[in-house]
């Protein structure tokens, strides 16, 4: 397993006191990656797929290498199915307005879960609304995970999509995705994983249950923020209507046509974010050496622990599956704003999260207005969980005391 003296790998916890357990926002960087964007800023600064002089079609190599690192990560058939986006959220916008947007009649259903992250909700809130299609809702059972039986009654033939998260960035459990593809296959309709909060965590590998899309973001994987993933079948991607034309997306322009490069270019007009993808090249080369399985496993076992300690606590709920799949951990001080215990934290020096994590239909269904979250990365120690579950009960502690 990995043990702590992997922290000697990142220079923020050299250079900072603080317990950073805000890692489902983003991630630190390891010196790996810092170093090797200086080298790619100090002496590969070449845009890419454009000049023809060797040292700008070596940028352009690394950029493409880049794209089969990607497709090998997730177990992609084809690198020709990787585009490379500004984040999540870009890559959803680009599957609902460049494609839905064309294939959705009057009638139709688009089928979400109720803790989708709102980037996995308003573009299809928006769509249906603007094709005159529904949007539908798998809830969660009584253990908070997404009710399989229930999703089996709502995806139906009407169902042109199911788009769910892999994994909640607020609960932080794994969803049935393999059981939600199989379902949305059986009614011909396509399944998009929002796979923000699984590609960091743990081996994926989509060949397994066949996608139809997938997308993440590098931030929250050691890489830099404004580089995100679109993973496509290519014979969907071939009908994307680019929501962007411009330079470096076309083979031919002629004064009223243009002709349209092959997939995934067609898909990435103007100056890609080169230096974006060389950083995630580099932060997927880090992880790979460390090998998923083992970040998946001290990702869990710390998340577990953070969990079955905060459980203990009196006057603390904790949401979501007692058993853990990741360092994801959501929980309330009773009687206390969550904005009031992330403050508290704050001042003994550990960085949460409160409020509603970008889920406000989650929040509803929690009866509840807001949450705290602390998320772990495989970085984090056992220690630092240990300061955070000490810090949360002298908060209550506080908190009791002044308000009876
Ligand atoms: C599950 C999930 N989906 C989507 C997003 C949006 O990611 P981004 O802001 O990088 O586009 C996030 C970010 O927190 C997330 O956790």
Not at 54 to 59: D, E, G, L, S
Request: proline share 4%.
């Amino acid at each position: 397993m990995l043990d702590d003296k992997i922290r000697n790998d990142f220079p923020f916890f050299k250079n900072n006191q603080l317990i950073y357990l805000d890692n489902a926002a983003t991630t630190q960087k390891p010196q790996i990656v810092i170093d090797r964007m200086a080298d790619d800023y100090t002496n590969h600064s070449f845009n890419v797929h454009r000049s023809n002089y060797m040292a700008a079609q070596r940028t352009t190599d690394a950029y493409e290498k880049v794209r089969t690192t990607v497709s090998d990560f997730i177990g992609s058939p084809s690198a020709k199915s990787i585009v490379f986006t500004k984040s999540t959220t870009d890559g959803i916008n680009i599957v609902a307005n460049g494609y839905f947007a064309h294939q959705l009649q009057p009638g139709d259903e688009i089928v979400v879960a109720i803790s989708e992250h709102h980037s996995n909700l308003l573009p299809w809130q928006r769509l249906t609304e603007k094709c005159d299609a529904h949007l539908r809702y798998i809830e969660l059972n009584e253990h908070g995970q997404l009710d399989v039986q229930q999703a089996q009654k709502v995806i139906n033939d009407h169902t042109k999509l199911v788009a769910v998260a892999a994994v909640s960035n607020v609960l932080g459990n794994l969803n049935p995705i393999e059981q939600l593809a199989k379902i949305a296959h059986q009614h011909n309709a396509e399944i998009l994983i929002d796979a923000a909060q699984w590609v960091p965590d743990m081996p994926v590998n989509i060949s397994a249950f066949n996608p139809d899309w997938l997308v993440f973001s590098g931030h929250k994987m050691l890489a830099p923020t404004g580089i995100g993933v679109l993973y496509g079948k290519p014979d969907l991607l071939e009908k994307i209507e680019p929501t962007a034309v411009g330079g470096d997306m076309v083979t031919s322009v002629d004064r009223n046509h243009f002709k349209a490069q092959p997939i995934p270019i067609r898909l990435e007009a103007g100056t890609p974010n080169v230096m974006g993808v060389l950083g995630l090249g580099a932060a997927l080369d880090y992880l790979n050496t460390l090998d998923m399985h083992m970040v998946q496993k001290r990702c869990q076992f710390l998340g577990q622990f953070m969990y079955d300690k905060l459980s203990a606590l009196d006057g603390v709920v904790v949401y979501g599956n007692p058993i853990r799949d990741t360092g994801i951990v959501t929980f309330n001080v009773e009687g206390v704003h969550a904005h009031d215990v992330a403050s508290a934290l704050d001042l003994r020096g550990i960085a949460v999260r409160a409020g509603y994590h970008c889920a406000e239909p989650l929040m509803q269904a929690l009866h509840t207005n807001a949450t705290v979250r602390a998320s772990a990365y495989f970085y984090n120690t056992q220690d630092e969980i240990s300061q955070l579950v000490k810090a949360v009960k002298a908060t209550k502690e506080f908190f009791t005391s002044y308000g009876h």
